[in-house]
C-alpha cells in the first residue's frame, strides 16, 4: 500500500500561480493529477513516468501546468501557472505501481493510489 499526502493548495488570484506538492510513501512508477470541480466529473490534469522523460497534460491545462518528479523525494509536483476561476477544484494525487502505456494515464481507474485532495480556489 501507498500513502500520499498532497499539499500546497490555497486561494490565490486570476492569474496567480500555485504549486502543489504529492509525497509518496514509497516509490511509484507512475504519478498524475485529476481535479474535480463541484457538480462535475473527475478530471484529468498531467501524469509523468517514472523517469520524467514523459509528461501528459489535460487540454485545459497545456501550456500553464507543469508536472514534475524528484524520486529522490518520492514526490510530485504540479506547477500552475496563469490560473482562471475555472481551475478551481478539488486537486488530487495519483500514482501507480505500474509503467502505463501513454492512453492509460488520461484514465482515473488505471491508477491504484489516491491521495486525500487538496482544495485550489481562484478568485477572478
Known amino acids: 500500500q501507498v500513502q500520499l499526502v498532497e499539499s500546497g493548495g490555497g486561494l490565490v488570484q486570476a492569474g496567480g500561480s500555485l504549486r502543489l506538492s504529492c509525497a509518496a510513501s514509497?516509490?511509484?512508477?507512475?504519478m498524475g493529477w485529476f481535479r474535480q470541480a463541484p457538480g462535475k466529473e473527475r478530471e484529468f490534469v498531467a501524469g509523468?513516468?517514472?523517469?520524467?522523460?514523459?509528461?501528459y497534460y489535460g487540454d485545459s491545462v497545456k501550456g500553464r501546468f507543469t508536472i514534475s518528479r524528484d524520486n529522490a523525494k518520492n514526490t510530485s509536483y504540479l506547477q500552475m501557472n496563469t490560473l482562471e476561476p475555472e481551475d478551481t477544484a478539488i486537486y488530487y494525487c495519483?500514482?501507480?505501481?505500474?509503467?502505463?502505456?501513454?492512453?492509460?494515464?488520461?484514465?482515473?481507474?488505471?491508477?491504484?493510489?489516491w491521495g486525500q485532495g487538496t482544495q485550489v480556489t481562484v478568485s477572478s
Open positions: 495519483a500514482a501507480s505501481g505500474r509503467i502505463f502505456l501513454s492512453s492509460a494515464y488520461y484514465r482515473a481507474q488505471q491508477y491504484e493510489y
Open positions: 514509497r516509490r511509484t512508477f507512475t
Open positions: 509523468i513516468s517514472w523517469s520524467g522523460g514523459n509528461s
